[in-house]
């Protein structure tokens, strides 16, 4: 087939009009007459060819530039070596510039996934002018054609490696735009399950020096969060996401809100949509917060998992910690690891919000209701109380323990006249605090011996501080073998005794109980009616056992001629009966006259504070005359 060539100046170019067998020398075939017209534009140096209603079929190769104008349709192949221009020469370029169609035109109706055309773009793979597709765009249908549907997605397809094809991006006909995936389910949608790359999407922003966000989300044309890395701070502001006006931020598993950003305050709330405070966490019953570390203590100067609270937005250190929870290693304290619970330079104090709840100083003094505890646990102005709600017979205790051994959690045996413990009393004289009352447990003996290594024989000491003194002293002691030692009297309330219980076996007894006791002195005096004087000093001591009155008298009486019956008064207690020799109390007169059969009896009658002598020889009362001049010693005993 020739060519048309295309003339360098202006020569005519004949027109060739040719049949439709084709038979000459065929530059253009065409259907109807005088179809071509061709002529060299001088201005342009180049071909301008113009179609009137007709087909060109063929090959045509031109060498140069082709300005394609008019509104005809071309069924060809082309290779064409140079531009191609697709002109608009209508006066007005505002609906529709320069146009290129594809479609398919079998005689049928558009099949589903059917192209209806395709634009590949390819280049020469060796010398050989080897033509190797490299990308594709297509349209294809999305369903079958008819006079009612005319959907079609575009797909971009790149090739990776030798001639491989695979699609990179599709524009649906429901307007929803997939990269690496054919069926994008939302209006943009990246990856798919099938795709190797970890990374899906990169937004790359150089925003050096401005504010300018990476991604922005809107809501009806007005944009209410974004996503950005400020670039000239991004070592300090970095990445960032969040909302615009006041919006609050929640994420949510399955529409159920997990974490929560307060828009107004900048509250965080964990499991609550209305957080309190600048962090709340609110979950169920169980650990609401677990803190991690990657590695484990090995050291007393290795630190675990901790939280810092401190003053400032500096980086935590010495100046601005105010306090921190860790846990780390305690190998340097027996082993093992601990919680540690840290304060402002190294004190701790929790409570209310007004005054000191627990503070524990530099000392690791523990201090309650004081900041300022003096011993290892300070109580101030509170009460202790042990409480315990148990099913069965356990109960709380308080325990003092002593070892020798300097060392914590190791064991020496003490020794006998260790102390092993007290409780001290104390009150302020108004300068300073002094002991009035000590409970000392001591050891009692020498413990841990050969045969018995449980050994641990102990004693309990009581001490009062007297008046007038400061150092306690001490009143009573129980020691190992239960005996109780009293440096003082022992006195009982009225009513109360000693209970002798522990030993009754009679059948007739009704009480064991000896509640009295008491020492006295009293005077004896006539009290017979004869106006008797003593003729010398009359005197008297009495002990009172329970109900039994031991007394002691000595009276000298005056001589006289009175036949009264003797009556001696002035007991301490009154009689319980009035039955003659009820007592069995006998006398010896200092007269050394009277024979055996000489000397008095007593009688006591019942209410009655005094005795009445009788005669030992023959039971009767005696007589005032009868004792004239004698001095009576006697030991008397009655039922009080």
């Known amino acids: 087939m020739a060519d048309i060539h295309k003339y360098t100046s202006k020569e005519v170019l004949n027109k060739v009009l040719l049949d439709s067998s084709g038979d000459a020398v065929n530059a253009f075939s065409h259907t109807t007459s005088e179809a071509l017209n061709a002529a060299l534009d001088d201005t342009n140096s180049r071909l301008n060819v113009s179609l009137e209603g007709g087909t060109i079929g063929g090959d045509v190769t031109i060498s140069g530039d082709l300005t394609v104008s008019g509104s005809n349709t071309y069924t060809y192949d082309e290779q064409v070596d140079g531009q191609v221009w697709i002109k608009d020469s209508t006066a007005s370029s505002a609906t529709q510039g320069g146009h290129l169609r594809l479609f398919s035109d079998d005689g049928a109706a558009l099949g589903d996934t059917h192209r209806l055309g395709v ?20 349209a294809i249908a999305d369903a079958a054609w008819s006079a009612s549907e005319n959907g079609a997605d575009m797909v971009f397809y790149t090739t990776d490696g030798n001639a491989s094809q695979s699609e990179v991006m599709r524009l649906t006909a429901d307007n929803l735009v997939g990269i690496g995936n054919s069926a994008p389910a939302a209006f943009l949608h990246v990856g798919s399950p099938s795709t190797a790359s970890d990374v899906a999407i990169i937004i790359d922003v150089d925003n050096a020096s401005t504010y300018t966000p990476a991604l922005k989300l809107a809501w009806d044309g007005t944009p209410v969060a974004e996503v950005d890395m400020q670039f000239d701070t991004r070592a300090t502001t970095g990445f960032k996401i969040g909302t615009l006006n006041s919006y609050p931020m929640s994420f ?18 964990i499991g609550t949509a209305n957080p309190a405070t600048v962090f709340t966490i609110n979950g169920d019953a169980g650990p609401q917060m677990t803190i991690n570390s990657a590695t484990t203590p090995t050291g007393s100067s290795s630190t675990g998992p901790h939280m810092y609270f401190r003053s400032g937005n500096a980086v935590p250190s010495s100046a601005t910690v105010r306090g921190w929870i860790g846990y780390h290693d305690n190998a340097d304290e027996g082993g ?30 523990v201090g309650i209701g004081t900041d300022a505890p003096a011993q290892k646990l300070h109580l101030q102005d509170g009460h202790l109380q042990i409480r315990t709600n148990s099913a069965d017979a ?10 020798r051994n300097a060392t914590d ?19 302020s004289d ?50 190992s073998a239960g005996d109780v030692t009293l440096t003082g009297d022992l006195k009982m309330a009225d009513g109360k005794g000693i209970d002798f219980s522990a030993t009754s ?43 039994v009155v031991h007394a002691k008298l000595t009276f000298t009486y005056p001589a006289t001629a009175d036949t009264a019956t003797p009556r001696i008064g002035g007991l301490p207690y009154a009689a319980a009966n009035d039955n003659i020799n009820d007592s069995g109390t006998y006398h010896a007169p200092n007269n050394s006259e009277l024979g055996t059969d000489d000397g008095f009896g007593i009688r006591t009658n019942a209410g009655a504070t005094y005795i009445e002598l009788i005669k030992l020889e023959d039971g009767g009362d005696a007589q005032n005359d009868d004792v004239s001049g004698l001095t009576l010693n006697m030991l008397i005993t009655y039922w009080a």
């Open 505 to 547: 076996d009679g059948t007739t007894m009704s009480s064991e109980l000896l509640d009295d006791y008491e020492e006295g002195t009293w005077t004896p005096t006539d009290v017979s009616g004869a106006g008797l004087t003593a003729a010398a000093t009359a005197y008297g001591k009495y002990t009172k056992v329970g109900n």
């Open 336 to 365: 093992g690891t601990r919680l540690n619970i840290r304060g402002y330079a190294d004190t701790l104090i929790a409570g209310a919000s007004s005054g000191i709840g627990l503070y524990v100083d530099t000392s690791n003094n």
């Open 119 to 138: 634009l590949e773009f390819g280049a020469a793979e060796d010398t050989s002018s080897t033509i190797t597709i490299g990308a594709r765009i297509e």
């Open 394 to 403: 356990e109960d709380n205790n308080v325990w003092f323990q002593k070892s």
């Open 409 to 427: 959690g190791l064991h020496t045996v003490v020794q006998e006249d260790d102390d092993l413990g007290s409780i001290v009393w104390d009150g």
């Open 430 to 479: 108004g300068n300073s605090f002094e002991t009035a009352a000590k409970i000392l447990a001591q050891v009692d003996g020498e413990p841990f011996t050969s045969s018995d290594e449980s050994d641990m024989p102990g004693r309990l000491v009581f001490m009062t501080t007297p008046n007038g003194t400061a150092s306690p002293a001490e009143r009573m002691r129980i020691d």
């Open 252 to 269: 949510v598993i399955n529409d159920v809100t997990k974490m929560y950003i307060d828009g107004a305050t900048g509250n965080v709330g």
